[in-house]
């Protein structure tokens, strides 16, 4: 199987601060995997570093074989392979919803207006968008927000798409519906890095878990596994942690 994300030995960190310590994760092509772990553990800023939003200290990082630190390389054109969803939508205030997903398309890839339109349209009926596409974003939910940051990461045909806590600032109910079309595009088989502690959805979508703490991957293995078997203390005390929280929300659903 081919590999889509190849990183070896990666290390990133801040001023003097060491974050990522010596890292390697490989994801092949159609594969999804999750990582969790608590907060400060370097799960942000390891898919920052895949594409250079943080700059690594040492390592090697390979996307579709491209040697993405190397000093030749056009980062630009290695974003373009990659969408990413952050924690916050980041969408354009003053544009519709449909013109925030046609920009990439006429700016990046330079599609003519009715092609760009066409394909927009089309992600946006994926995600369950296609009849908020005239509205601004300010006039949606936060779940609806999202699953139009969603929509702009696709429209550009990644081979890989990495999500940072994509549900993390919704409340329950909204969390469910972006939650929804993430298992749809699951489905689609396109490989997925996905930072989240929603553990159902983990379960139903991941390949495997990889479990981050204190910079290291301390643990990874299938979901069944890894979330029912865990062979390390430290793991098992942080499901432990979720699993209590999940309950006191569900008490009052």
Do not use: C
Request: no cysteine; aromatic share 6%.
């Amino acid at each position: 199987m081919k590999d889509v994300l190849l990183v070896k030995d990666l290390y990133v960190g801040y001023g003097d601060q060491e974050v990522i310590r010596g890292i390697s994760l490989r994801i092949t092509e159609g594969e999804r995997v999750v990582i969790m772990g608590p907060s400060g553990s370097g799960k942000s800023t390891l898919l920052k570093s895949i594409v250079r939003l943080v700059e690594p200290w040492k390592g090697e990082v390979y996307i579709n074989g491209v040697n993405v630190l190397s000093d030749e390389v056009d980062i630009r054109k290695i974003r373009q392979m990659v969408g990413f969803v952050f924690q916050s939508y980041n969408l354009f205030p003053h544009m519709t919803v449909l013109r925030n997903v046609m920009l990439p398309l006429e700016v990046v890839k330079g599609l003519p207006k009715d092609e760009a339109l066409k394909k927009a349209i089309g992600v946006l009926r994926l995600v369950g968008m296609e009849e908020y596409k005239d509205r601004y974003p300010l006039q949606l939910s936060g779940g609806q927000q999202q699953r139009v940051a969603i929509a702009r990461a696709l429209v550009m045909d990644p081979i890989l798409l990495l999500l940072d806590e994509p549900t993390s600032a919704l409340d329950p109910e909204l969390r469910e519906e972006v939650l929804d079309v993430l298992r749809n595009i699951a489905g689609r088989g396109i490989s997925m890095l996905i930072v989240t502690h929603e553990l159902d959805f983990a379960e139903d979508v991941a390949d495997r878990i990889v479990f981050m703490d204190n910079g290291f991957v301390i643990e990874e293995g299938p979901p069944q596994e890894l979330l029912y078997k865990p062979k390390i203390d430290r793991t098992r005390r942080f499901l432990r942690t979720i699993a209590r929280r999940l309950y006191a929300v569900n008490r009052y659903r």
